[in-house]
């Protein structure tokens, strides 16, 4: 698989450690709202990927109750976006196929020169997945399976007895496809999404790979009192050296849904990294129920894009990875307040002269200084929003970040 990454404009660069940092919702949000695609009442699901300087996102509109589809947007900075075109792919003509009646939730990747599909769709049948190809990210040529109704993958190849499958999130690493998505119970009255894994050779003929869970999930259900105790749905992952990381929507008995966070060496068996945005979320926008999308992996810093359920809203938000460079401390920075308004307050207790450095969004840099264990910092100037900071001692030992100003 081709990686997709935009240089994050911050003039230096830093062997990774696996840690997920805490998440900083864009202060412009939504970067997608009401309005964007014409009639559509709801966005969500959105695809993003970057490519030689763009940002292109795909993502599901819904008009009415039964006709979701896929719009396609463009963007130079990934936070002004423009419509392309609001229905690049749409339901099925044939009312035998098995998406019919509706499609979204798509997964995109691209190699080569082809853009690659997988996509959820109802039809006669509920809830299967699809697959689609094109060239240019709009004209996309789907391409049947062998599964149900002309599927790539249903219901019965994933072994469980599921109602449902949906939503892929696919991976290509080495020569195998991963496939990441949602199987649908119904036990009793109550609906249960779970998460699942496949493994395919080419992309289009999948085979269930069972987890330790129940059922072959790959991840248990949270314990009462945790966000993802009822449901856990929309996986994301990408892979960080040795490990896959994953970021997934998370719903409690109460319906609120969060973004949650875990790890895996295998794909298979995965382990939860517990957030601060409420039991155990990582991320969080109450009292809006929030959905994942997509994160990017941008050197330093991760973006994810996500929405808003039941809104017309795609949003942004943007997590640090910290350096692994060895420091004389072990002492993180203290910002007080962050976000902060017209002033900045740091502490960085090293009894050694740092340099503290400061970025806005287009890499440009709008702040330097040079202090001992603490600085306060004047901040008038500043627009508000998202900025990445460097602290640099004189042996050119580094720690990276992420401010907000509001």
Request: aromatic letters at 12%; hydrophobic letters at 35%; charged letters at 15%.
């Amino acid at each position: 698989m081709v990686r997709f990454t935009v240089s994050l404009v911050l003039f230096f660069s830093f062997n990774l450690i696996t840690a997920q940092i805490s998440w900083a919702p864009y202060t412009g949000n939504p970067v997608i709202g009401e309005g964007f695609a014409g009639s559509s009442d709801v966005f969500y699901s959105p695809m993003v990927l970057s490519d030689s300087g763009t940002y292109h996102m795909w993502f599901t509109t819904k008009q009415g109750s039964t006709s979701e589809r896929i719009a396609y947007a463009t963007s130079l900075d990934g936070m002004n976006w423009a419509l392309v075109d609001s229905t690049v792919l749409e339901p099925s003509s044939n009312p035998n196929r098995f998406d019919s009646q509706k499609l979204g939730q798509c997964w995109v990747i691209k190699e080569n020169d082809t853009l690659r599909m997988w996509y959820w769709g109802d039809g006669p049948n509920i809830g299967n997945i699809g697959y689609a190809w094109s060239l240019d990210g709009i004209i996309w040529n789907k391409t049947d399976g062998s599964g149900t109704d002309q599927s790539i993958f249903d219901r019965n190849m994933d072994g469980s007895g599921a109602l449902a499958v949906s939503t892929p999130c696919v991976l290509k690493d080495g020569a195998t496809y991963h496939m990441w998505y949602v199987r649908t119970h119904v036990v009793g009255v109550q609906v249960i999404r779970t998460l699942a894994h496949a493994t395919s050779p080419n992309g289009i003929d999948w085979t269930n790979i069972p987890g330790p869970g129940p059922n072959g999930t790959i991840m248990s259900m949270g314990s009462p009192g945790d966000f993802d105790e009822g449901t856990q749905a929309f996986p994301v992952v990408i892979k960080q050296g040795n490990e896959y990381w994953m970021w997934y929507s998370g719903g409690n008995a109460t319906g609120n849904i969060r973004i949650g966070f875990a790890k895996s060496t295998d794909g298979q068996t995965w382990t939860k990294i517990p957030g601060i945005a409420g039991n155990g979320a990582v991320l969080s926008n109450m009292p809006d129920q929030i959905l994942g999308g997509t994160v990017l992996d941008e050197e330093t810093t991760l973006k994810m894009y996500y929405s808003i359920n039941n809104q017309p809203d795609i949003l942004l938000a943007v997590s640090e990875i910290i350096s692994s460079i060895e420091s004389t401390s072990e002492t993180k920075p203290e910002f007080y307040p962050n976000p902060f308004g017209n002033q900045l307050m740091i502490r960085f207790s090293t009894g050694e002269s740092v340099t503290f450095s400061l970025y806005n969004f287009l890499g440009q840099q709008v702040i330097q200084q040079t202090f001992t264990n603490s600085t306060l910092i004047h901040t008038e100037q500043l627009v508000n929003g998202i900025y990445f900071y460097e602290l640099k001692n004189d042996k050119g030992v580094s720690k990276t970040g992420i401010v907000v100003k509001q």
